[in-house]
């Protein structure tokens, strides 16, 4: 399923009592040059980066996978990729920086383990439960609880303490 990885949002003042639009007066539209409010105002763009998929085909694409990867591909072209590569360079980092760098790469790793884990953990136990609900549909169907065990994957032990407690 594709998932959206950057969103655009745009300046727009609606009226609290009237709810209405406000726009720039004539006056206003030459002087900023500009025909519409938004036009004055910053864009904002939020980027979802854990679901950039890593498929590079342009220079946002590009930047997406470095903010996500904390990496720079040779081939990338992007406008500041370069000024940004050679910032990144270790080497050029003092002591104090380097430290707080590697640092930074740590709890990073250590961020996505959590993340990973706790993702494990959720499945497993989704899994578990789905097993236990089986056994207890199973069983209220007429079934044997050996079969139950051999069906499910539970031990009959299990099978016995999930059925007693139902």
């Known amino acids: ?23 720039l007066s004539p006056i206003q539209q030459e002087l900023f040059n500009n025909k519409e409010i938004n036009e ?19 220079g946002l694409d590009e930047w997406m996978y470095f903010l996500k990867n904390s990496e720079i591909k040779e081939e990338f072209s992007a406008q500041g990729l370069t000024e940004a590569k050679d910032r990144l360079r270790e080497e050029y980092l003092s002591e104090e920086e380097s430290a707080v760098y590697k640092r930074y790469l740590q709890d990073r790793q250590y961020e996505t ?3 990973s884990t706790t993702k494990a953990a959720a499945e497993l136990e989704g899994r578990k ?22 069906i499910t994957g539970l031990s009959l032990r299990e099978v016995e303490l999930l059925i007693k407690d139902c």
Do not use: W
């Open 1 to 23: 399923m594709l998932s959206c990885v950057v969103y655009e949002g745009r300046v727009q003042f609606r009226g609290r009592h009237l709810d209405d639009k406000l726009e």
């Open 40 to 58: 004055i105002f910053p864009e904002y763009y939020l980027l979802k980066v854990n679901n950039f998929d890593d498929d590079t085909k342009d």
């Open 113 to 115: 383990s959590i993340i």
């Open 129 to 150: 439960k789905e097993k236990r609900d089986i056994a207890i549909a199973m069983k209220q169907a007429g079934s044997e609880l050996e079969f139950i065990a051999q």
